[in-house]
């Protein structure tokens, strides 16, 4: 079984910052990719950003140049900076992963969230 535990989440004032993290756990072979969703209230879950194990990045056009995904193959380790945040930004951030999990077997994966708000 996997696990997936974000931290890093909080209050900042507009204009802040804030990096998050997303350590995976338990019997990972190889983790294929990985990203962040956030889903504010009222509103969809969406993708935030992504990252292959080629580090091949994406992002949603709100957070281009702002926000930054990055990862530690040997941490297991995905984080988010976030900088110049905006109120818009505030929702529960989730961490996801695709996993490999023994050489036939494998699946998708999700943390628990963490909540990030930013005031004006």
């Known amino acids: 079984q996997v696990q997936l535990a974000e931290s890093g989440g909080g209050l900042v004032q507009a204009g802040g910052s804030l990096r998050l993290s997303c350590a995976a756990s338990g019997s990972i072979v190889r983790i294929i990719s990985t990203g962040w969703y956030r889903q504010a209230p009222g509103k969809q879950r969406e993708l935030v950003a992504a990252?292959?194990?080629?580090?091949?990045?994406d992002y949603a056009d709100s957070v281009k140049g702002r926000f930054t995904i990055s990862r530690d193959n040997a941490k297991n380790t995905v984080y988010l900076q976030m900088n110049s945040l905006k109120p818009e930004d505030t929702a529960v951030y989730y961490c996801t992963a695709d996993i490999q999990t023994t050489v036939s077997q494998g699946g998708n994966y999700w943390g628990q969230g963490t909540q990030v708000t930013v005031s004006s």
């Open positions: 990252i292959t194990s080629g580090s091949r990045t």
